[in-house]
């Protein structure tokens, strides 16, 4: 402002009609800022685009709150609530259930869904390392065998033991062995 000035007023004196004069023909509009009442135009517009700003965000959240008019906060934490522990208990069954099943398959079961109906599943717990901890296969194994694979040992021969102390194979070389061992020959 003061380069305006002296660009509009050189360095010769003035008197008041002629300083009122030079600033209303170049349109120069003079404040007094004592009162503190001047804001620059830069701040001003600023302002401006802050509080538009502010009130569509204001109307943008008015109108999605509207939505939720009639909601009880309260009952949506305790359904929140309510579906962790189901989730959790949903999950913890899922554990259990294929815990049970891979222990029904490594004890060699033919039909886990035979074998779960016989057992009882409540007291049943799995522990945090994943082992079962009140399932008794073996019990099971010994009531209700035909539910199980078993491992069965076929003796071939006559189960006549040999010279050497083991089983006759039934096999011809052995039989040979064993009849010069009994008469002496090599």
Not at 57 to 77: C, I, N, P, Q, Y
Request: hydrophobic share 40%.
């Amino acid at each position: 402002m003061m380069n305006k000035l002296k660009e509009l007023f050189g360095a010769k004196a003035l008197t008041w009609e002629d300083f009122s004069a030079g600033v209303t023909n170049a349109k120069i509009k003079l404040v007094d800022l004592s009162e503190g009442k001047y804001v620059d135009r830069e701040k001003f517009d600023s302002k401006v685009r802050e509080l538009d700003t502010a009130n569509q965000s204001v109307s943008e959240l008015t109108g999605k709150l509207k939505a939720f008019d009639g909601v009880d906060v309260a009952a949506l934490k305790a359904d929140v609530k309510n579906w962790e522990t189901k989730y959790k208990n949903d999950l913890a069954a899922v554990k259990k259930d294929a815990a049970v099943d891979a222990a029904i398959m490594q004890a060699k079961g033919k039909n886990a869904k035979a074998i779960r109906a016989l057992l009882d599943l409540d007291k049943v717990t799995l522990r945090e390392d994943g082992t079962l901890d009140g399932l008794d296969l073996e019990a099971l194994k010994k009531s209700d065998g035909y539910l199980f694979d078993t491992v069965q040992t076929v003796t071939r021969g006559n189960g006549v033991q040999s010279g050497d102390g083991n089983p006759a194979s039934g096999n011809l070389d052995s039989f040979i062995a064993n009849a010069r061992a009994a008469a002496g020959l090599r």
